[in-house]
């Protein structure tokens, strides 16, 4: 069964102090791997899309990786502007997406 | 674009009665998905439309539920008669011709009481 776990559930930083969410797959044929931020009472919003083992993407404070059976969403000096859930996501080979329950992240002042 | 609209935003019912939730995708996108959001089981896929053709609707948990794209800007989701367990958020998302990433609604809340 298809299945995606991501962890911690919660996280708590001080800003300033980078940290990694986790985010594993069990998943054949991967055709992509994403990462939403949702905030509260919004609907996710798209980060990041990864399709291969050792790719990589940037933006401002967040950066992807990819391998065969996890991904990473590290961050690097947050600011409380930063927190939100972090969903991950894969496409399965029929086009559906099936999310992770997500990492609520909370960066104090 | 204004994005996927979703309405309502809000939506409070009582057991047994029929609720309607609507969906305008973003023009031009031909893939529509709806999900269901609790604390519980996070983002459940409930059926996926391509080309206003549902695909795979395995995801809808059974039949009180039924969801329509009648035509490319519009689709509906429809809880027939409704209980108190399917009190969610429910998400609307749509996707464009050869792209990967889904954009979402902001969702509509639904309570049943």
């Known amino acids: 069964e298809d299945q995606v776990t991501q962890s911690p559930e919660a996280l708590r930083l001080q800003e300033g102090e980078s940290s990694s969410l986790n985010c594993s797959y069990t998943v054949s044929g991967l055709r992509g791997l994403f990462w939403y931020r949702q905030d509260p009472g919004k609907g996710p919003e798209f980060l990041f899309t990864?399709?291969?083992a050792g790719e990589e993407k940037e933006k401002e404070r967040l950066k992807a990786t990819l391998t065969k059976k996890e991904s990473f969403l590290h961050i690097t000096a947050p600011k409380p502007e930063d927190s939100a859930t972090y969903l991950c996501?894969?496409?399965?080979?029929?086009?559906?997406?099936?999310f992770g329950t997500g990492t609520s992240l909370t960066v104090i002042p | 674009d204004a994005g996927v609209i979703q309405s309502p935003r809000h939506e409070v019912t009582e057991m047994g009665q029929e609720v309607t939730l609507r969906c305008k995708p973003i023009s031009g996108h031909n893939s529509l998905f709806w999900y269901r959001q609790t604390m519980m089981r996070g983002l459940e896929l409930l059926i996926y439309f391509n080309n206003n053709v549902p695909i795979d609707d395995s995801g809808m948990p059974e039949d009180r539920f039924s969801a329509k794209m009648p035509n490319a800007s519009f689709s509906t989701l429809k809880i027939q008669p409704s209980e108190p367990r399917d009190s969610a958020v429910y998400f609307c998302?749509?996707?464009?011709?050869?792209?990967?990433?889904?954009?979402f609604g902001q969702g509509t809340r639904l309570t049943v009481v």
């Open positions: 990864l399709y291969s």
């Open positions: 996501a894969v496409q399965a080979p029929g086009n559906q997406f099936y």
């Open positions: 998302a749509s996707r464009g011709w050869g792209a990967s990433e889904a954009f």
